[in-house]
């Protein structure tokens, strides 16, 4: 049996390397290094299967280079690792552009063909440039007046389900109810009183469909290679058509309206819209929700962060006690200026669990920073967790997580693009003020109304899951098990939000992405 293995083995393995000779990329000598592979032609994508977007981190920590390339089965991936040539690829914004990405996007992950596709392309590949639109129509309603109106029924969520937590006498997931308060207060925001992912499963099926979408966007006949996740967005797919063919859409948010207007002005079928929705909603969640649960572990586990965070929390609630009830109330607007430690736990919490590498297309040949080329029809990635532990910008404890770190004086001048949690200009998220507000309202109520408590006694963190290529934010593995009681002496108060009306300049948080 072996003397006949061993012929048939060296066969396979002279032709790997025959294929991988005749298949091999040829770099131009300008080029960023090629990084070399194990397995012939899929050895990075084998890479990315096995340990999903740890993969850049893994790469760099290894070779230590501040650009390189990637041989993938589609042509050439560069993969940067320093913010000095993030800044000049921000400078090539016109050639080096996040656009295409949005082709595919609504192509593969949205359901979206032929002439519908086709009006939703980057003008710079014969299309008719509507997706862009309808992704620049949303910033001026996350600010300001819209911004404000946004928070209103989010917030009327979170007292709803942080109320319900007074009378919560058997331990919880923290994850699973994190991920529910949170997908409810998000997107009935966005949606309005007919919010799709409040009726029938649409909230589990879209956790179902965000969680496995690899193979959706490897686009190798998804009908059968993703079969369980094509089903989903097809599923979501109908009841978001229902949705906006009912006119729904009239009574959602003006950020919701303002993007529906914009297509249909630019003659893109109703149902097109629709399907862009299914993806859109891993803008909406799949980084605020992982965000909140974070954040709020990573402050209820440290007995002196906590303390620290509840003092300033305590200051900003206004307290009114003539119905004879002490009612206590917290301001959005109080909450953006007057809880640094808050914010800063916040941002660190985003720094060392980002994990979403911001991907670009190559348009023309490009020579970045005066000394790498770039090719047309590349991929550019740019790794976030990379550059967030980039010591040049974080100093020598970059990998460590100090929930302090953003209010302190660093003696290191800091690039602008060092901090790449909401991506980077001119992609950045849109609704990163939003979310902002959300998870510090949400956690600034909990932490002063309760004590949160591991129900093992000890508080052991899941570990990310590596594997979720949608997430910004890696969202858990597993869960985190735990009680929650009232604290003692803030039995006999009532509790509230107020969404005091900002200007547009004041209801910016200072956030280090900006």
Known sequence: MLSNAVP???VFAVLAVLLDRLLRLKLDPREPPLISQKIPI????????????DYYLRTSVKYKKPIYTFSMPNGRTYVVNSTKLVTAVQRNAKTISFDPILTIVAQRL?????????????????????HRKLVHSMSPSLTGHGLDLMNIPMLANLQKYTDKLATQKDSFSLWKWTRRVISIASTDAVYGPENPYTRDNYEETFWAYESKLTMLLLNVVPQLTARQTYKRREFLAE????YYRRGAWKKASIMAQTRCQTGLDNGVPIEAIARLEVPGGTGILSNTVPTAFWTLANIVSNPTLLSDIRAEVEKVFKIDSSSGKDVWTLDTAEIRTQCPILFSAYQETLR????????????????????YLLKKGAILQIPSAVLHYETSQWGDEAKEFDPYRFTKKSEIKRSPVAFRAFGGAPALCPGRHFATVEVMCFVGMIIVRYDVEPDSGEWKFPEPNYSNVAASILPPLGDIDVKVRLRKGYEDRSWAYKVTTTSEEKSLFALASE
């Open 8 to 10: 048939i083995f060296t």
């Open 42 to 53: 899929l050895g990075h994508l084998a890479g990315f299967l096995k340990y999903g977007s």
């Open 110 to 130: 949205a359901g979206i063909g032929g002439p519908s596709l086709e009006l939703l392309r980057e003008l710079e590949s014969g299309g008719g440039g509507a």
């Open 239 to 242: 009841k978001m058509i229902d």
């Open 352 to 371: 060392t669990r980002a994990s979403f590498a911001s991907p670009r297309f190559v348009l023309e040949d490009t020579v970045l920073d005066d000394r």
